[in-house]
C-alpha cells in the first residue's frame, strides 16, 4: 500500500508538471513584430480623454470654461488697492468672452492713451478695493467661444511697402531686431520670397526646428539674441526669436500672451502676430509650427510689443501688497478641423536594406484661403532621416492650390534573415493623421522586389525527402521567366522554370532529400532570372516523429501574415503526457478511498 501511495503522488505531481510546462513552452504563433512609427500619437476626437489624447493643433473650435482664483496679500491696513491685470477679452469673430461670474468691484478698462512702445494697448480688467488688509480675494468666471478659422484672401508683395505700423518692426527690450547677426540670418532665410506670406512661412518653420524646447531654460525670459545664442527655451523664446526676425525683414510683428492646450494640461502661452496689409494680424505660434488659422486652444488676453508689456500691475499707498492667483481652463466642446485639405502619401511600397527612400505628401487646398498646414513625419527610428530636409514642415496652399512636401530617409542597413519588416509611416497635421506602410525586404527578391517569394510551406515525407511548396510572384509591368531552386545541407532540388506574365503568381513544388540531423535547420530558396538571383532563408525544424512524417512549417510567410509555429507540437506532447498522469493519478485516488 505504501508504494501505491507513493506512485499515486509522483502521477499527480507530473500531471501538474505537465500542464505547467505546457503554459511556459515557446509561443510561435501570432504576426510578425509590427515596426510601426514610434512617433507620437496625434490623438482621439473624443472629448471623454481630451485631457489625454487629443492634439491641439487639430481644435478648430472650442467653448472653454475659464475660473480666475487669485489673492492679494496687504500685510498693514490701506485705504485704496487697485490691481490691473489682463483677462479674456471679445475679438470677434475668433474670440466671444461671456463672462458668468464678474465681481461688483472689478471693470472693463480700455486705455485709448497708452503707447505701443510702453506697453499694451488691449482693454483690462481694473479691480479696486478701499480700506482693506489681510488676505484679499479676487476672481471671475468667464465662458470663451473660439473659431480658429482665419480667411486670408491676400498675400503682399515682399518685401512690404506699407510703413502704418511700423513701430512694431523696431527694436525692444527683448527682441533686437537691429543686431546684425540676426538681420543677416532674417534675410538669408527669406531671400528669394516673393510674397509676405511665404517669408512668414520660411521664418516660422526655421524658428520652429532651430529652438529646442527645453523646460529647464524657463528661469527667466531670454531675448531673442540669447536664443539665437543658446538655440534653446520655451514659449517666450520661440516667439521672441521669431519676431526679431520678422522685424529685421520689414514684417510688423508683436507678441501675444494668454493660454493654450498642451494635448494634457493648460498653461500659459506666448505666440506672435504679424501685420498683413489687406488682411490685418495674422497669428503665428512658432513654438507649434503654426500659422492664419491657429488652433482653438489658444486663448488670447493680451497684446504688446514684447513680455515687457504684459503683466500685472498693483497700486497701493503703502506699496507692500503681494499677489497669488490660479487659472483653471476646462472645454466644455469642441470641434476637430474639417478636411479642408486632402493630403496623400506617395513612396515606393517595398525597399531593401540601406535603401534611400524620398517619402513625399501631397496637399490640396479644397477652400478659396490662403491655407498654412503644418506637417510632421513620423517614421521608426530604425529609419533616418537624410539631407537637409526637417521631420516638421509648414505648408502654405494657395486658394484651390497645392503644394508638395517631401523626405529622404535611409533604411536600416541590418536585419535578420529570411524575415520582412512592416514600416507605417505617417504624416501627422491639424487634418489629422494620415499614414501608409512599406516593407522591407531582405535579399529574397530581384529588381527591387518586383520578382519575390510569396507564402512558403515544407513538409516531411515518408520516402525520406524534404517537399516545399513555393508560391513565386511578378510584380514587374513585364512578362519573365523565373527559376526555383530549394537548397539543404549542400543538397540541392532540381531547378523548376515557371514563365510569369505581368502581375501573376504560381505555386512551385520542389523536393531534396532530407539531410541527417535534428533540430532546427537552415533551408534556402534560390530564385534566378537572367537579371541575377536572390536566396530567402528558413528555419525548418528536422525533429523526427513516430509517423515518420515530420511538422509542416511556415516560418516567416513574406507577406507578413504571421510565424509558424515549429515547436507547437512540444506543447501538445506534454499536455497529452499531462492526461495520462492525471488519469493514473485519479485511479490512485479511488483505490485509496476504497
Not at 521567366?481 to 545541407?489: G, I, K, P, R, T
Request: glycine share 8%.
Amino acid at each position: 500500500m505504501r508504494f501505491l501511495k507513493l506512485l499515486f503522488l509522483c502521477a499527480l505531481s507530473v500531471s501538474f508538471f505537465a500542464f505547467a510546462c505546457a503554459d511556459d513552452l515557446p509561443d510561435y504563433g501570432g504576426s510578425l513584430p509590427d515596426y510601426a512609427s514610434d512617433s507620437q500619437d496625434y490623438g482621439s476626437d473624443s472629448l471623454d480623454v481630451v485631457q489625454e489624447n487629443i492634439s491641439p493643433v487639430r481644435i478648430s473650435k472650442s467653448v472653454v470654461f475659464l475660473e480666475l482664483n487669485g489673492e492679494l496679500v496687504v500685510p498693514t491696513r490701506d485705504r485704496e488697492v487697485n490691481l490691473k491685470t489682463f483677462a479674456p477679452q471679445q475679438e470677434l469673430p475668433r474670440q466671444k468672452v461671456t463672462y458668468v461670474d464678474f465681481p461688483e468691484n472689478a471693470e472693463i478698462i480700455t486705455d485709448s492713451d497708452c503707447e505701443p512702445k510702453e506697453g499694451s494697448c488691449d482693454p483690462f480688467l481694473l479691480f479696486r478695493w478701499s480700506d482693506v488688509e489681510g488676505k484679499v480675494p479676487f476672481g471671475f468666471k468667464a465662458r470663451i467661444v473660439v473659431d480658429s478659422t482665419a480667411d486670408i484672401f491676400t498675400d503682399p508683395e515682399f518685401p512690404l511697402e506699407d510703413t502704418r505700423y511700423n513701430e512694431f518692426t523696431l527694436p525692444s527690450t527683448y527682441i533686437e531686431s537691429d543686431d546684425p547677426h540676426l538681420k543677416f540670418k532674417a534675410q538669408s532665410i527669406v531671400e528669394g520670397a516673393g510674397t509676405e506670406l511665404e517669408a512668414v512661412r520660411r521664418l516660422v518653420e526655421w524658428v520652429h526646428n532651430y529652438v529646442e524646447y527645453d523646460l529647464t531654460n524657463d528661469e527667466r525670459i531670454f531675448s531673442a539674441k540669447e536664443v539665437f545664442e543658446s538655440k534653446r527655451g520655451v514659449c517666450d523664446e520661440y516667439g521672441h526669436l521669431f519676431a526679431a526676425l520678422a522685424r529685421g525683414v520689414g514684417i510688423p510683428a508683436r507678441v501675444v500672451a494668454g493660454y493654450s492646450f498642451t494635448g494634457k494640461i493648460w498653461g500659459y502661452h506666448l505666440w506672435v502676430e504679424v501685420y498683413v496689409p489687406g488682411h490685418g494680424w495674422m497669428s503665428v505660434d512658432p513654438t507649434y509650427n503654426e500659422v492664419g488659422s491657429i488652433d482653438a486652444s489658444h486663448i488670447k488676453i493680451a497684446t504688446a510689443l514684447d513680455n515687457k508689456g504684459i503683466g500685472e500691475k498693483i497700486f497701493s499707498e503703502k506699496g507692500e501688497v503681494s499677489i497669488v492667483k490660479e487659472s483653471v481652463l476646462k472645454f466644455e466642446s469642441m470641434e476637430l478641423s474639417k478636411d479642408s485639405v486632402e493630403i496623400s502619401l506617395d513612396f515606393k511600397d517595398s525597399v531593401k536594406k540601406s535603401e534611400i527612400v524620398e517619402i513625399t505628401a501631397h496637399l490640396k487646398n479644397k477652400t478659396n484661403s490662403h491655407v498654412f498646414v503644418p506637417v510632421a513625419l513620423a517614421v521608426n527610428k530604425d529609419m533616418q532621416l537624410i539631407g537637409s530636409g526637417q521631420k516638421e514642415q509648414l505648408a502654405l496652399l494657395k486658394p484651390f492650390g497645392e503644394a508638395v512636401v517631401s523626405w529622404k530617409v535611409m533604411m536600416p542597413d541590418s536585419m535578420e534573415g529570411g524575415f520582412e519588416y512592416l514600416y507605417a509611416v505617417k504624416v501627422v497635421s491639424s487634418q489629422g493623421p494620415v499614414s501608409k506602410n512599406l516593407v522591407l525586404k531582405n535579399e529574397d527578391s530581384l529588381d527591387n522586389g518586383e520578382v519575390a517569394l510569396g507564402e512558403t510551406s515544407f513538409s516531411f515525407d515518408r520516402e525520406g525527402f524534404l517537399n516545399a511548396v513555393v508560391e513565386v510572384r511578378n510584380d514587374s509591368n513585364i512578362d519573365v521567366l523565373v527559376s526555383v531552386e530549394m537548397q539543404s545541407n549542400k543538397e540541392n532540388s532540381g531547378k523548376e522554370s515557371v514563365f510569369l506574365v505581368s502581375g501573376s503568381k504560381k505555386t512551385v513544388s520542389l523536393s531534396v532529400l532530407r539531410a541527417a540531423g535534428k533540430g532546427l535547420q537552415l533551408v534556402s530558396i534560390v530564385l534566378s532570372t537572367d537579371q541575377g538571383s536572390a536566396t530567402k532563408t528558413f528555419n525548418v525544424n528536422f525533429d523526427e516523429n513516430e509517423s515518420g512524417t515530420g511538422l509542416e512549417t511556415a516560418l516567416n510567410p513574406p507577406d507578413g501574415n504571421g510565424i509558424g509555429s515549429d515547436l507547437f507540437y512540444g506543447s501538445t506532447s506534454v499536455m497529452v503526457l499531462g492526461v495520462i498522469f492525471l488519469v493514473v493519478a485519479a485511479i490512485g485516488l479511488l483505490v485509496f478511498r476504497k
